[in-house]
């Protein structure tokens, strides 16, 4: 609908509280939001605020069906309202009662379509320029890659802006006319009903996800005998749960590796033969190399370096930030490289493996947590003097938050991790809070956040 309207996407994380969403509609300049009925709260007061003017809202309920004999999240259960209280706001059948329709298509391949915002490489969140063109490429290669187009349903339980959850959920099994059984959030004992129910082939997913499935002492392999492809990227899938998922469906679970600046997944395992633990190869067109950082040379098979991208999926650069889109490409050969900031290697068969970051990311759960953004938000509390966040290893998530304060007054773990739970996402809140006198420091003053985290992982950190 939006893209029809030659309008840009700008999908939002539903869990965004104050702070993001505030940066959102500064940076984009978005004039219409589309929210779903119990987020409506978090997005009015920004209403007027930059070119924000009009809220349009969807209730759940009202397209779930009157025969629904699967309850609904608490929250997403109430039907819409006939008055939302507010001029600004309107409500989706009040929206298809006026039976507007937009003038003739003048957007082309070149222009832009969707904005996900992404942590780069510093950070603030920053917004990728993505085309008609590069989302379509990435589009039509997964369908290509993960054959789509033989009639069977997809359940779509990855949150939908998310790229992986945006194009392997909900593009492709559009684009190839097939069912779409949506969750708005996983339950695994609805998970395993409707993939019985509905017959569900292909479910794009996450590590987490299939850990919690297989964790479910119910869950029988009648439960799962239609899915034919599991696949995901993420954290890496840990062997155990690949034994105990190929023993009860017969099924591999097939790695990727994609990021928001190539629209979803730039490598991909091939289906009939994945490696364990493994980014997989290069998709179609995917040029992409390991560079040793230090030097700029070009790694040979099993060296560590930099994994770099040259592919037609690549996005522009970033919105309103040309210095980070700068810092964000290199050339190789004349060709225009992205730095993932990732570290790995790849084997003598082309297989790529992750080895480390060359940034602080932290991966939880396949949301990606920037750590400075995190600490820019805790430092608001009048509490905190000082604040230095890492991760440490963790069997389900893949990696959890953890943050080292310094007081300025006393807090108690508990109060503050209350406070940024209203101030961010969900998935950033610190599982832990740790008090210290000071922060490390070398002689020059730097910080030694990596001291701290490998503090984190020897005190926190089950791997599983």
Not at 235 to 244: D, E, F, L, N, V
Request: hydrophobic content about 40%; aromatic content about 6%.
């Amino acid at each position: 609908m939006t893209l029809r309207a030659d309008a840009v996407v700008v999908p939002v994380n539903p869990m965004n509280r104050k702070h993001e969403l505030k940066h959102l509609i500064e940076d984009t300049g978005a004039t219409v939001a589309l929210v779903g009925q119990e987020l409506l709260d978090h997005i009015l007061p920004f209403v007027g605020q930059g070119k924000l003017k009009h809220v349009l809202v969807a209730a759940y309920a009202d397209k779930a069906g009157q025969d629904l004999d699967i309850p609904l999240p608490t929250g997403l259960d109430a039907p819409g309202c006939s008055d939302y209280g507010a001029e600004c706001v309107i409500g989706w059948p009040e929206a298809e009662a006026m039976g507007l329709f937009p003038g003739a298509l003048t957007t082309g391949a070149d222009d832009l379509a969707v904005i996900p915002y992404s942590s780069g490489t510093t950070g603030q969140q920053k917004g990728c320029m993505h085309t008609h063109r590069t989302v379509m490429t990435m589009l039509i290669g997964g369908v290509m890659w993960n054959p789509n187009g033989r009639g069977e349903p997809s359940l779509a339980v990855l949150p939908l802006f998310n790229v992986i959850g945006m194009q392997g959920s909900m593009n492709c099994p559009i684009y190839c006319g097939e069912i779409v059984v949506l969750m708005s959030r996983l339950n695994r004992r609805t998970a395993a009903e409707l993939i019985k129910r509905h017959g569900i082939a292909r479910w794009r997913c996450i590590t987490t996800m299939i850990i919690d499935l297989l964790n479910d002492p119910d869950i029988e392999a009648s439960d799962l005998a239609s899915l034919e492809v599991v696949s995901g990227d993420g954290a890496a899938m840990p062997a155990p749960i690949a034994k105990r998922m190929k023993e009860l469906t017969g099924l591999d679970y097939i790695e990727g590796y994609g990021m928001s600046e190539t629209m979803a997944a730039m490598h991909i395992n091939p289906t009939d033969r994945p490696h364990r633990q493994c980014l997989g190869i290069p998709v179609f067109d995917v040029d992409a190399r390991v560079i040793n950082p230090e030097t700029g040379c070009e790694a040979r098979p099993n060296e560590a370096g930099e994994i770099t991208i040259s592919a037609p999926q690549v996005f522009l650069g970033y919105w309103n930030n040309p210095q980070a889109t700068a810092a964000a490409f290199m050339e190789i050969d004349g060709k225009r490289f992205l730095r993932t900031g990732d570290i790995g290697r790849y084997d003598e068969e082309g297989y790529f493996y992750i080895i480390n970051r060359l940034k602080r990311m932290i991966n939880a759960s396949a949301f990606k947590i920037w750590p400075t953004e995190v600490e820019a938000i805790i430092h608001d509390h009048p509490t905190v003097a000082e604040i230095c966040v890492v991760s440490y290893p963790d069997p389900r998530r893949g990696e959890s938050v953890l943050a080292y304060v310094v007081q300025r007054a006393e807090v108690s773990e508990e109060e503050l991790i209350s406070w940024c739970r209203e101030e961010m996402a969900a998935y950033k809140v610190s599982r832990k809070i740790v008090f210290l006198d000071a922060l490390p420091r070398n002689a020059s003053g730097k910080l030694q956040w990596r001291q701290l985290a490998e503090q984190a992982t020897q005190e926190f950190g089950e791997v599983g």
